[in-house]
């Protein structure tokens, strides 16, 4: 049954990564790197302060306190616990995927710390402003912006939707220990 699922995994991965082109290749590129995530951040802060106004920096600790937590729990105990290589840097897809500017992350590969934060930061923002358009905004962001790694191949298929999953799982927790927060204030 594993092997089962890690073949269509790697199947959808390299089919999403074989759908380049010069135009999408230059967005997926710039839209996974850092500077354009600081923007969204910077637009998830400044949304904060106008909607909330003089308690803005209480959404805004909590939120950075989880993603810094999530990254964290990511980087020191899934991805070392998992091992798993990045399908850029697994032997038999080298010669098969396409990368861009030969962009290749090198630390392992599930789960994609770029779903997870981006959902975490879509389930908080959409459960706190209440704002039909910002909900569509941010979670669209998080979908392209973690379909840029499989794009990319850096991530599979399989550590995005997982990210994604465990994003939005935490950003639940959160919002409870928010509202459990706030009734307790």
């Not at 802060?45 to 600790?61: D, G, H, M, P």
């Not at 810094?68 to 290589?85: E, G, H, S």
């Not at 997982?162 to 409870?176: D, Q, V």
Request: include cysteine; aromatic fraction near 16%.
């Amino acid at each position: 049954m594993i092997d089962f699922l890690e073949n269509i995994d790697i199947k959808i991965s390299v089919f999403i990564n074989g759908l380049h082109c010069k135009t999408l290749d230059f967005l997926m590129f710039h839209i996974t790197h850092l500077y354009c995530s600081c923007v969204i951040y910077a637009a998830v802060i400044f949304t904060f302060i106008a909607i909330k106004k003089k308690r803005w920096w209480k959404y805004v600790l909590l939120l950075a306190l989880a993603l810094i937590i999530v990254t964290v729990i990511i980087a020191v105990l899934i991805k070392p616990a998992v091992a798993r290589l990045r399908p850029c840097n697994t032997a038999e897809l080298q010669n098969i995927l396409h990368l861009v500017k030969g962009y290749c992350a090198k630390a392992f590969s599930f789960l994609s710390s770029h779903a997870a934060t981006s959902f975490l930061i879509a389930t908080f923002v959409h459960a706190t402003l209440r704002k039909k358009y910002i909900s569509v905004l941010i979670f669209l962001w998080a979908f392209v912006y973690s379909y840029s790694r499989i794009y990319l191949g850096v991530h599979f298929f399989g550590d995005v939707l997982c990210g994604a999953f465990l994003g939005i799982f935490c950003g639940k927790i959160l919002l409870n220990f928010f509202s459990i927060r706030k009734s307790g204030n």
